[in-house]
């Protein structure tokens, strides 16, 4: 039996019918089994749902109570209908998780949002080899190579040093890349408190009470100017323009993204310190993760996958674009 025959790829999501599930469905389903905690991928309203503990945790911080919760670790199984389902780490962000499907005789991998490079703040990504492995392709183009963190954390501390009377705010994603910037930060030897804007305080204590230490973080709204200068301060990339950054002492803009390999786009957003830190897979993560899970066959779920999909085909891996609907191009 084919794939295509009980995997049942539609705009609004990965239905399953052997399970009557779906994988990330945009709209409310009675069982959805859900890979991470983005909003694009996680959302209210399910009847029952499948994920690990930290996404039930996050989905719970942003949606309220999740009373149809079905907690699965790593590494656990569970049987639905008559597909077995477990998770794998996807790397992505705390609680990401790969979806592993095994019916009759064949396994299919779904990655959620994956990233292969190491992040202190979530399980590392593991390869598991499968017939079938459903990809993500956010950054599928071959000019996007992220270089290490380090050296991006180290260009934000330069500037917090050089710059002892003005800030550095640095926009990030409210849920991961906020999170992995501190624990960044705090690896590089940045022990000073970090400030942060009120959208990634309750964020921010998932992670602590998962056990991902992030130090001493205050909130920047109630701190003085004053406090903050030499500082390093947090916020969505949605406030670096707003009113809620003119009380910051005289901010160097930064933004931590992968989008800032293009520098046309930093420039669009007025930032003047780009931090190309992602938490995606890049170009070369991407084919090699095609190679090494060993499909006959991968179907990209969204982002560049004209390209993704014809550099499948130049190796002779049958592949295709899924078009799904409402995959968001992140801040990332």
Avoid at 226 to 252: F, H, K, N, T, Y
Wanted: hydrophobic content about 45%.
């Amino acid at each position: 039996m084919g794939a295509a025959a009980w995997i049942d790829a539609q705009p609004t999501g990965i239905h399953v019918p052997e399970g009557d599930f779906w994988i990330d469905p945009s709209r409310p389903v009675a069982r959805a089994v859900i890979t991470h905690g983005h909003a694009d991928h996680a959302r209210g309203g399910h009847g029952r749902v499948w994920a690990t503990p930290g996404t039930l945790a996050i989905m719970e911080a942003r949606y309220g109570p999740q009373p149809g919760a079905v907690p699965l670790d790593y590494g656990e199984q569970t049987r639905l209908g008559t597909v077995d389902l477990a998770f794998a780490p996807a790397g992505h962000v705390l609680g990401s998780a790969q979806a592993l499907l095994d019916h009759a005789g064949e396994r299919v991998v779904v990655s959620g949002d994956f990233k292969r490079a190491a992040d202190p703040t979530c399980a590392p990504f593991t390869p598991i080899e499968c017939d079938v492995w459903i990809t993500e392709a956010t950054f599928a183009l071959p000019v996007f190579r992220h270089p290490p963190v380090e050296g991006e954390v180290a260009k934000a501390i330069h500037a917090a040093r050089a710059n002892p009377d003005r800030c550095v705010l640095i926009g990030a994603y409210a849920l991961g890349k906020a999170q992995r910037v501190i624990a960044e930060l705090r690896r590089a030897g940045w022990d000073a408190p970090i400030y942060i804007h009120g959208a990634m305080a309750k964020l921010c204590a998932v992670y602590e009470a998962a056990g991902v230490a992030l130090g001493d973080l205050r909130p920047a709204l109630v701190a003085s100017a004053s406090e903050m200068r030499g500082q390093i301060i947090l916020a969505p990339p949605s406030a670096l323009g707003d009113r809620w950054s003119r009380r910051l002492p005289d901010p160097v803009t930064a933004m931590a993204s992968g989008w800032m390999r293009v520098r046309a786009r930093a420039r669009q957003r007025g930032v003047e310190l780009p931090l190309v830190i992602s938490d995606h897979a890049d170009w070369e993560e991407l084919t090699d993760t095609c190679l090494e899970v060993r499909p006959r066959e991968v179907w990209v779920t969204h982002g560049r996958d004209d390209a993704l999909v014809h550099w499948l085909e130049t190796r002779q891996v049958r592949a295709r674009a899924l078009m799904l609907a409402d995959r968001e191009e992140e801040d990332d």
